[in-house]
């Protein structure tokens, strides 16, 4: 925000272009204590409902077709009812943190977004990515508290894992969640982000918004999309035409 801001003062005139990247939703996830604590028994009733409730929420909103099925459970993933009272409450703890680390994201680019219209005027265009290319299966079944350690092929036991469950989050933890989490994040496909069939890996949703532009605002697009795709869209809202040739290279006419 205040790049933003000297930005604007210093060229009052100039288009601004903005590239935010924070590293939520990728891992390690951390947040505040308070946005993490938000989200406290929120997911004690487990992976296996969170994906049922997901896709009843993507269907409501039109985000996948109606007759969509959930896929079946990926195998190596135990239902939640069969895992102990332990791993119940560590992995709860786990998906906790995230939720807590991509809300309090999702807050801060708000913030940028409302601080830009405030400056830059209320028709200003927004495209707002927000993933990791699908949901990540790393940690393996626990999880962990340290990615880098689990990388490496070391990982705290679970009786450490609940010693520290308060950490996690936090400035003495570089933690991720579960497996069976990051499948539920990819609801209604059933994989993830090492595997990357099934499209679990490779979808992720974005949302275009360019007041006084855009004709169906609040429509709901299916086809995948890439940057080239967006490229055309920045350039007329900047007001700047595509070059007639870029590094000896004539476009396409």
């Not at 590239?19 to 947040?31: L, R």
């Not at 991509?102 to 209320?122: C, K, M, N, Y």
């Given at each position: ?32 204590r ?61 998906m906790?943190?995230f939720?807590?680390a ?21 028709d ?130």
């Open positions: 925000i205040g790049w933003i801001r000297q930005q604007r003062a210093a060229a009052p005139g100039k288009p601004l272009f903005v590239y935010f990247a924070p590293g939520t939703a990728h891992a390690p996830h951390h947040a505040p308070e946005w993490i604590d938000r989200y406290r028994g929120q997911f004690d009733h487990g992976w296996d409902e969170v994906r049922r409730q997901t896709l009843a929420r993507q269907k409501q909103l039109g985000v996948v077709p109606a007759n969509t099925k959930l896929a079946e459970r990926f195998a190596p993933i135990p239902e939640w009812r069969a895992l102990t009272p332990q791993q119940k409450k560590v992995y709860a703890r786990e906790e943190v939720a807590g991509l809300s309090f994201a999702d807050h801060e680019i708000g913030r940028v977004v409302d601080e830009a219209r405030a400056l830059l005027g209320p200003t265009l927004v495209i707002y990515l927000q993933g990791d290319n699908g949901a990540s299966a790393e940690a393996g079944l626990d999880g962990s508290l340290n990615e880098h350690g689990i990388l490496n092929g070391v990982n705290a036991s679970l009786d450490e894992m609940e010693r520290r469950l308060d950490q996690m989050g936090g400035p003495l933890a570089y933690g991720h969640y579960s497996i069976g989490w990051a499948s539920a994040m990819n609801t209604p496909f059933p994989l993830a982000k090492q595997l990357p069939s099934h499209l679990g890996a490779v979808r992720n949703g974005m949302v275009i918004d360019w007041p006084g532009h855009t004709r169906q605002p609040e429509a709901v697009r299916s086809q995948f999309a890439h940057v080239i795709d967006i490229m055309p869209t920045i350039l007329e809202a900047t007001g700047i035409a595509l070059p007639d040739v870029h590094d000896s290279i004539s476009k396409l006419v």
